[in-house]
């Protein structure tokens, strides 16, 4: 008897789609076949499903959702602004799942989204192009190896910070109360002139340092008793400086890379979201 072949992962890829010919269209196209396909089938992923293909009967709003809920990976490419593809992106977030977010240099990413990881997709330069599917491959082989339970998105994000704050002991409180006086902080830069931004910036990066350090001791108490827990906290506000650093960078320039990679490795390794 022949052993069953084992089961392929699955990936959805929500985008614009556009009529035949669009630019969208051809950009979709160009990304499904030239770029998610070579990385994801060396990988024992199953033919790439988009909305216009599927291949089962009936409604297909049903069926997006279906496959939102259950496949092993999403990607989605924000190029454009799509609502769908927001609409769907959200779903997918909230059954937290792993997704990939696409988008196009240049591209002003929406603030809830800014702080996820992107890979930049520039199908008009073959260089940047090749440079888009190595970032992929090593993306989708981390995104493989760490599972469901390191999903980086807005949503596990604030239901993390929503349970420290009510049911967290002392010190998760406090540091949810920090994330969350951070978002509202970054709300208001988005609204701001480049001065006031540059100056709140500064302080954010600066005054604010000294007055979390203070909190955090204060709270912890003695070094010697809670000294791995001084250190998460010394973290703590290192990482909300690079998330302010990280607002001022162009989002596809290296540093904005290496600040995301870098934030990244320190939320994983100290366990903060």
């Not at 990304?31 to 060396?42: E, F, M, N, R, Y």
């Not at 977010?101 to 929406?110: M, N, S, T």
């Amino acid at each position: 008897m022949s052993t069953p072949e084992p089961s392929k992962r699955t990936c959805f890829f929500i985008c614009p789609i556009g009529e035949n010919s669009s630019p969208e269209r051809e950009r979709s196209d160009l990304i499904l076949d030239c770029l998610l396909t070579p990385v994801l089938d060396p990988l024992g992923f199953a033919p790439i499903l988009r909305a216009d293909q599927m291949p089962e009967p009936g409604m297909i709003t049903n069926q997006i959702i279906q496959q939102l809920l259950s496949c092993d990976l999403v990607v989605a490419d924000l190029e454009g602004s799509n609502a769908n593809v927001f609409y769907e992106l959200a779903i997918r977030h909230a059954a937290r799942k792993p997704s990939i977010h696409l988008f196009l240099p240049g591209q002003k990413i929406p603030f809830d989204l800014a702080g996820s990881r992107a890979i930049p997709v520039d199908s008009t330069n073959v260089r940047a192009f090749e440079d888009s599917k190595k970032v992929l491959a090593e993306q989708v082989a981390q995104t493989l190896k760490d599972g469901d339970n390191a999903v980086d998105s807005p949503f596990a994000t604030a239901l993390a910070v929503i349970s420290m704050s009510t049911t967290g002991s002392s010190v998760e409180k406090m540091l949810a109360h920090v994330v969350n006086t951070q978002g509202e902080i970054l709300g208001l830069l988005q609204n701001q002139t480049l001065i006031e931004k540059d100056l709140a910036s500064k302080w954010l990066a600066n005054v604010d340092r000294q007055r979390k350090s203070r909190v955090f001791h204060s709270l912890l108490g003695s070094e010697n008793k809670f000294q791995s827990l001084t250190k998460q906290a010394e973290i703590v506000v290192l990482v909300q400086d690079l998330e302010s650093k990280l607002k001022t960078l162009v989002v596809d320039s290296p540093e904005h890379e290496e600040t995301t990679a870098v934030l990244k490795r320190l939320r994983e390794a100290y366990g903060l979201f």
